[in-house]
């Protein structure tokens, strides 16, 4: 399974998990001549924890919206769609979620889907929404599902990191299992780094500031993804 210069459909959650996953993979994918298209269910308007002043819902919304166009548009996004479904409540828009996928995914020329696995990385119930989205759909159009995962040499760790930031009621509280990587992309560091810092409201200096520097050295050099065999079948 080849990733790059293929037709890419990438399904996320919010504004910035784009960045954090796959930012490197569509810069390179543009490079190697494929074309990415992104939904984004959200508008992420209930990321509020990182802001430095309070702000409306409304307001941040629009500004995350404003920030992923530009990052949209730095990293090589062919087609964005965001669909402005409510941010923490993706579990309970579903068919919604689904169907406004379906019709954006028909019109757009897709090889591979990719989205959150059933771990949604950090147990974040809108990214597992996501998933059980992503591989209805890539059933629906027949293609393979492949899924983020983190980089094998911090996965031991990383419950430890994603741990702090569950104490939430948009989080599930079983223990987060990891899918074991068999795709690892080497990308560059730099066009992540920016892109991450690119969403300003969330991120003020080093967007990596909570993970340790090993960690994040990992996370901006190495992007990891589960191809299953089976997710098209
Ligand atoms: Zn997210």
């Known amino acids: 399974m080849r990733l790059l210069g293929k037709n890419l459909l990438i399904v996320t959650a919010h504004p910035d998990d784009e960045s954090f996953l796959c930012a490197g993979l ?79 995914a028909k019109a757009c020329p897709v090889d591979v889907i990719i989205s959150f696995g059933p771990d949604g990385i950090t147990g974040h119930l809108d990214h597992i929404a996501c998933y059980e989205v992503a591989i209805k759909l890539a059933k629906k159009i027949h293609v393979p599902l492949v899924t983020f995962t983190i980089p094998n040499k911090i996965l031991s760790k ?33 066009i992540k780094l920016e892109a991450l810092r690119m969403h300003r409201s969330q991120y003020q200096t080093n967007p990596l500031y909570h993970f340790p520097k090993d960690v994040a050295k990992e996370i901006l050099n190495y992007e990891c993804f589960c191809y299953n065999k089976a997710s098209h079948d």
Not at 45 to 74: D, M, Y
Not at 168 to 186: A, E, G
Request: glycine share 4%; charged share 25%.
């Open 26 to 104: 569509i810069h390179k994918n543009s490079v190697h001549h494929g074309r990415t298209s992104l939904i984004c269910a959200t508008n992420g308007e209930a990321g509020k924890h990182h802001l430095k002043k309070p702000t409306s819902a409304k307001n941040l919304a629009k500004t995350r919206r404003e920030e992923l166009i530009l990052v949209s548009k730095f990293i090589g996004i062919n087609r964005l769609n965001m669909l402005s479904l409510p941010d923490g409540r993706l579990n309970l828009n579903k068919p919604k979620f689904f169907k406004q996928s379906w019709t954006f």
């Open 158 to 190: 990383a419950s430890k990191f994603f741990k702090i930031r569950r104490i939430s009621p948009h989080y599930h509280d079983q223990p987060l299992k990891h899918q074991k990587p068999n795709l690892q992309l080497k990308v560059n560091p730099a």
